[in-house]
């Protein structure tokens, strides 16, 4: 029968053979667990299910994820302004006389807190992670190299996940900045990987780099049979683009931050399966505050499933995204979320919100030949109700296409539409921000 969803052909343990109502009740079984002990001994949760009326006891279905209440950055920072310490009663065992505690950063524009790892913590978090590489191909005796930013919670067990699958690594550590990619050009060269973990943004760098010193894509990634991305959501047409860029047949999308979301798109790559063991995920409407309907837009809420460390109960970390229960063909059981971004980044033009996501895939379906081209939002634009895209487009990328471009992007958003080819675009912190002020870069120029 050809719509009967089989089983996973390689599975990375037996999770990964449920079907997906047997996850399902594993779940609940793991987050009635998760809520309990947290009511018992964390003080944030408590107060806040006692505040919402919440009884974990009575926690019997995903449904009554319902009354569990929504935590968000801001609810953090703010007992983290009153307390003026990096613990918020969200801390299993941080306190523990044998606990050995580590601490990382949380990302974002509008604060950092801390996140504390306990050796739990980075056991259970190191297998789930080894679980999302496993997914995206990763198997025992492929040399690996791994990059992300030192601050991050993977950074904490990237040595976990070299470990486990007894493989030579390279970790270049700390090195997720684009200015530094020589560092990683020069690691790939000598270390011959075949996986790669890689911030996007970084990948355009290794590349431009390596071109610098005359040796084309092809070349460089010749040893690498999967490259993972992360760190931004990209399109199907930035993932073709990828790997017609870098030779490399599979391009894998892993999306996770360091309060606990982690979700991996499988060899279909037609979302990302939510990795089960540490992480429950939900897409919540932003109007009623209800699940949305399945891939309709909405917050990405996670909850983690493993009481160690920080724990983030139903929270809620800016993303936008959608979320797709039906069975996948690859034979995984978990629901698949795709992330388009940030709420932070979308705007409002015309009768539409949207996020830059979507003016990047309206451009490589109206004109397939600026596929991958990145582009950015200027608030400039927006601020006269002009959708003004700088488009780093192709070398020699015909005007034509600027303008096939502009007049698609016009008639598909009912709004005036600038398309404005660039050579480069202005490089920040955490690569290219998908909106931003011309003035504000150039004067930082
Ligand atoms: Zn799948």
Redesign the pocket.
Known sequence: MLNQPRSCAEPFDALDSLTSAALEKWWIRRLRKVFTLASERLPYYRGCFRAAGFDPARFRTLEDLRAVPISNKSDLLAIQRNTGSHNLGIEFEADAPQATVTLSLSSGTSGTTFITHTRTWTKMQGRSSCRAHWWAGLRPGSPLLMSAPAWHSYAAIQPFIAMHFGMPCVVVSGTYLPRFADRVVDAIVRFRPRFVTMFLPMVFSILATARQQGIDGDRLFASVQTLVVTGAPITPGMRQHLSRLSGVARVAEIAGSSENLLAV????A??L?VVPDTCHVEVIDRATGRAAAEMERGSIVHTSVIPAGSVYLRYDGGDAGVINHEP?????PSP?IKLLGRWEDSFTIGPHVLLPYDVQLAIEQEVPELSGAACVITREGLARGTLRVLLAAHEGAAASLLDGARAALSRRFGVPVEVVGVLDLPLRFKGVPPILSEQEAASQL
């Open positions: 798109d499988c060899e279909r037609d979302g399966h996948c063909a690859c034979g995984l698949r």
